[in-house]
């Protein structure tokens, strides 16, 4: 009986394997048939084709094409590309550390300086002109043209033509390019006398040394608990994530494991430092942009029950990316693996295609998810990011805003404001005053932009569809009793959402005149989503 059962597993193992060696064997031939076909077309093409072949062109939106039948996230880098694709991996470039604004029939505009940058250093400041980047005229380049030209090799030299902003003077500026890094921490400070916070929104190399000793500097200012922000943070380095959860849980501790279809991709991954705090409360913050290394981290603290998670369900982008060189110096981002919390969720959506309006996992019914559990026992789900302990709203802004800000309308109105100010009160002090409203409502009356309300969009929208039905003539008393009372100048809109509207003005001004923490620090202020998670009793 015995050797009747070792027989039969024999078989069934050897009949197993030769299926895999068939399957294998199939995927190859129609590899390598792919392959022949792909080519031949290609040279038919180029033999027969009645006009002269774009082939970059047709080569790019071939590897594209078949990329995007895998996932959003497997890419091809071309060589010229390589700079995007290392200020995507390290948020670093090679130039002066300033945002400019630009459009083609005008000279460049410094929008913003980044503070320590050359551009502050050389004495650019927001509103000053650049009429020419090494001799040569800014007026007709479009945007990446002219930011291309001020981009360069750390320790080159790039002499911009500047008109001042106050004095109106022309000079000839020489500036020292450095590579620029936009920090992951954006800001760390003290909320009240016991509440520790920091921003942060990315993990390149070595954040996770910037947060211990952020963590450490706001301990000694008596921090008890702390507010992790991840809001929109999009992910970055695994590694950095692990690095960041093994700050807050015992050394050896489970972070994330890895699945994929080689044996190197099952990996698990353990904290092997020793923690810097493990009793400390934390609440960590997500919405609907925290994503990837986000999610590792949020996922981890919340499986080991190490933090609290408020705010909105992350987007859900459980995959581990690789960079593999490709011929010609190009590179190809593939993934390679799916990760999963502790716990064994998979925080990768179940669909990459159902989603939101606002690129948030789309709702998935408890039916096709499955529960799993914490370290204490807590029931927790997977189906697509991370879903926080305490869900708080994120505050609406009307359309009216969305169109301000998107529009460029704000911003112009603060080079404007720049231009005929020199300084504004230090930031805790600096209110937009009734008065300075009423100079941005005359600003904004002078521009171009969609100032519709939503309401009215649809509107729009229906008369549109009413009119294709033949019924438009038929309601047109309704509907022009609807338009009425739907109409509302700009003005009367920008003052009935002028509470909304004050925070984004009073944010980019801190900006311009005190730089990025600065403008953090009135973020802070309007926060209502962080107030009501300071407020909330914790669950566990």
């Known amino acids: 009986m015995k050797k009747n059962i070792i027989t039969l597993f024999m078989a069934a193992a050897m009949s197993l394997a030769a299926s895999y060696a068939v399957s294998a064997q199939s995927q190859s031939f129609k590899l390598g048939q792919w392959a022949e076909i792909h080519n031949a077309v290609l040279k038919e093409l180029n033999r027969s084709y009645v006009d002269s072949l774009p082939i970059d062109r ?29 200020m995507m991996l390290s948020k670093t470039y090679g130039g002066i550390g300033a945002i400019i604004h630009k459009k083609k029939e005008d000279n460049v505009i410094i929008n913003e300086p980044y503070a320590g940058s050359p551009a502050e250093k050389y004495g650019l400041q927001c509103g000053d002109e650049i009429i020419a980047i090494d001799g040569k005229p800014t007026k007709g380049l479009e945007s990446k043209e002219s930011s291309d030209r001020m981009k360069g090799k750390p320790g080159t030299t790039v002499t911009f033509t500047v008109k001042k902003v106050r004095t109106g003077d022309t000079l000839d500026i020489p500036i020292i390019r450095e590579r620029i890094h936009f920090p992951d921490i954006e800001y760390a400070g003290m909320l009240d006398d016991t509440t520790g916070y920091i921003l942060q929104t990315g993990f390149t190399e070595n954040v996770s040394g910037e947060l211990r000793t952020k963590f450490q500097e706001l301990k000694k200012q008596g921090m008890k608990r702390l507010v992790l922000d991840l809001r929109g943070n999009g992910g970055g380095l695994m590694n950095e994530a692990i690095n960041i959860v093994s700050l807050f849980v015992p050394k050896g501790s489970l972070v994330v494991s890895s699945k994929g279809n080689t044996e190197d991709s099952l990996r698990e991954y353990k904290t092997t430092t020793e923690p810097v705090d493990t009793e400390i409360p934390i609440i960590v913050m997500i919405d609907s942009g925290s994503a990837s290394s986000s999610e590792i981290v949020s996922g981890a603290l919340q499986d080991l029950d190490r933090a609290v998670i408020m705010g909105k369900r992350s987007y859900g982008k459980g995959l581990v990316q690789s960079i593999r060189p490709m011929p010609y110096n190009g590179q190809m981002k593939v993934t390679t693996a799916k990760y999963y919390t502790p716990s064994g969720r998979c925080v990768q959506a179940i669909d990459y295609a159902n989603r939101n309006d606002d690129g948030s996992v789309g709702h998935i019914p408890d039916s096709l998810t499955r529960e799993f559990k914490t370290k204490s026992g807590r029931t927790v789900r997977d189906g697509g990011g991370i879903t926080p302990d305490i869900d708080i709203d994120a505050q609406d802004y009307s359309r009216l805003v969305y169109a301000l800000v998107l529009g460029g309308v704000i911003d112009q109105y603060v080079i404007d404001y720049c231009r005929r100010h020199d300084s504004i009160p230090a930031v805790d002090d600096f209110h937009f005053s009734d008065k300075d409203f009423e100079d941005f409502i005359r600003f904004a009356k002078t521009q171009e932009f969609d100032y519709r309300s939503s309401a009215k969009t649809l509107y729009d929208q229906m008369k549109k569809e009413l009119e294709k039905d033949g019924l438009a003539e038929a309601m047109s008393d309704e509907l022009k009793a609807l338009e009425k009372a739907l109409e509302m100048d700009k003005e009367r809109f920008i003052r009935l959402k002028k509470d909304e509207i004050i925070p984004f003005i009073e944010e980019e001004l801190a900006t311009r005149y005190w730089f990025q923490e600065a403008g953090v620090k009135v973020r802070l202020r309007y926060d209502e989503q962080l107030k009501k998670a300071l407020a909330s009793p914790l669950p566990f």
Request: charged content about 35%.
């Open 58 to 86: 047709i080569m790019r939106a071939s590897v594209d094409a078949m990329l995007e039948e895998l996932d959003p996230y497997t890419i091809y880098i071309p060589e010229e590309e390589n700079e995007d694709l290392q």
